[in-house]
């Protein structure tokens, strides 16, 4: 069955730092990996989606690299601002069928990093 | 402006009630999801579609039904017969073809037992 651990669970900040979030997975047997953003009672916000085949993907200020083969994964924030305060999450998709737990389409998800940046 | 919306925001029942949720999504998604979350716990599958009239159980199915009558909506019923049903209920939904699967999701429905 895939486990997806994320740490640190609480990260705090300066603002202008960069940060590093990490994310591994038990199964390597991925499709794809997604990090999401969470704000407190609210829904995820899709950051990035990392394919399998993809080693990286970069938007502003984010990027996640992706190391399949070690089950690893990383969301790298550049000089961090409050309003990323917020839960971090990533999540990976199984290859498919019910093989280890985790069938085509279905996401599973760390328990995501509290990030705290403060002024 | 293509979306995911969930109704209500906040919910309140009495215990032994069922209680319906509503999610529906403009983005032409085949599939759609339900999550459970709870605090230290993480977000856990409750039932997902990836076509319409067609529906699997996730990992903690118990307690909870859904239907899947049109493309645009996947309503989860919370029944009595959930033993702990007070938590955040995410809908989520995807293309179930084409490659990306990226996965959207809605702004939560907050529904307390009491």
């Known amino acids: 069955k895939q486990e997806v651990t994320q740490i640190p669970a609480a990260l705090s900040v300066p603002e202008g730092e960069n940060l590093v979030l990490n994310c591994s997975f038990t199964d390597s047997a991925i499709y794809n990996l997604q990090w999401f953003r969470q704000d407190p009672g609210k829904g995820l916000t899709s950051l990035l989606l990392i394919q399998s085949s993809q080693r990286e993907q970069t938007s502003g200020r984010l990027n996640a690299s992706l190391d399949k083969s070690s089950g690893r994964s990383t969301l790298y924030i550049a000089a961090s601002q409050p309003g990323d305060s917020a839960t971090y999450l990533c999540?990976?998709?199984?290859?498919?069928?019910?093989?280890?737990?985790?069938?085509?389409?279905?996401?599973?998800f760390g328990q995501g990093t509290i990030l705290t940046v403060h002024p | 402006d293509g979306g995911i919306t969930q109704s209500p925001k906040y919910l309140f029942r009495k215990e032994g009630q069922n209680v319906t949720l509503s999610c529906e999504q403009n983005l032409n998604h085949d599939a759609m999801y339900w999550y459970r979350q709870d605090p230290g716990q993480g977000l856990r599958l409750i039932y997902y579609?990836?076509?319409?009239?067609?529906?699997q159980k996730g990992d903690i199915a118990e307690g909870y039904s859904v239907s899947r009558e049109k493309k645009e909506s996947f309503p989860l019923t919370v029944t009595s017969a959930q033993k702990n049903p007070t938590a955040f209920y995410l809908c989520?939904?995807?293309?179930?073809?084409?490659?990306?699967?990226?996965?959207?999701f809605g702004p939560g429905t907050r529904l307390t037992v009491t």
């Open positions: 579609s990836q076509i319409v009239n067609d529906f």
């Open positions: 999540a990976v998709r199984g290859v498919g069928g019910d093989a280890g737990g985790t069938s085509y389409g279905k996401l599973t």
């Open positions: 989520a939904s995807s293309f179930s073809t084409g490659g990306l699967y990226e996965q959207y």
